[in-house]
């Protein structure tokens, strides 16, 4: 197994990116455009129904990068869930890490990462969605600190992007140049943790897993 520290972290996602490029750089296009036209639109009922859409579409674009890094990264999947299982799981990720950044911050950085590779392992095995947290939970805990400080860096440009949306107008649609800078920055974040997501499965999984150490 190799060491966990955010450099060997920041490599991993560097080749993933390389190797995912095309996907990568589709998902970001699709999710900008899908955000700025949800921006654009002022009837609540009808942006309502634009959110759930690009909701949707994150979740099925998670799915098939997060398969095609297995896929290059050479993991065989036994099993996985599919979109079903990733927006389940998604409900009690999303919900502990807002509650931990609610409370000073720094306790959401430590779940992310400590649940850094539930996803990857619900998508590539036969674990339900508390067996997935669970596995995480185990298999990060002596990589938390390097865990947690890779989920602070893939996290700037989220951060960023509250400059954007905070020069927005307070009503009425969201002004193109503001909102094309935002969703960039928003999605840009969303898709390198991701990456991270999948760096951290393959240096922390078991090499009794049965994992392939190197990418096709």
């Not at 942006?47 to 579409?57: C, D, M, N, P, V």
């Not at 799915?63 to 297995?70: H, M």
């Not at 002596?142 to 400080?149: G, Q, T």
Request: proline share 6%.
């Amino acid at each position: 197994m190799k060491p966990v520290t955010v450099s060997a972290l920041l490599g991993e996602m560097g080749e993933l990116a390389r190797a995912l490029a095309p996907w990568l750089l589709g998902a970001w296009a699709l999710l900008i455009g899908a955000g700025m036209v949800t921006d654009t639109m002022v009837e609540p009922g009808i942006t309502g129904l634009f959110t759930i859409a690009t909701s949707i579409l994150q979740l099925v674009l998670t799915v098939v990068i997060v398969r095609r890094g297995f896929t290059a990264m050479g993991i065989e999947r036994d099993g996985g869930a599919g979109i079903g299982g990733l927006f389940l799981i998604a409900i009690p990720l999303n919900l502990g890490v807002a509650l931990g950044l609610l409370l000073l911050i720094l306790p959401g950085f430590y779940l992310a990462a400590r649940w850094r590779i539930a996803v990857p392992r619900l998508l590539s095995s036969d674990d339900g969605i508390f067996e997935a947290i669970g596995f995480s939970r185990e298999r990060t805990k002596p990589h938390w600190l390097p865990l947690m400080l890779a989920t602070m860096l893939v996290a700037v440009p989220m951060i960023a992007a509250v400059v954007p949306f905070g020069l927005a107008e307070e009503e009425g649609a969201m002004p193109l140049p503001l909102s094309a800078v935002a969703n960039a920055l928003v999605y840009a974040g969303i898709l390198a943790g991701l990456l991270l997501d999948l760096a951290a499965y393959r240096l922390i999984a078991d090499p009794t897993d049965d994992l392939t150490r190197t990418f096709a």
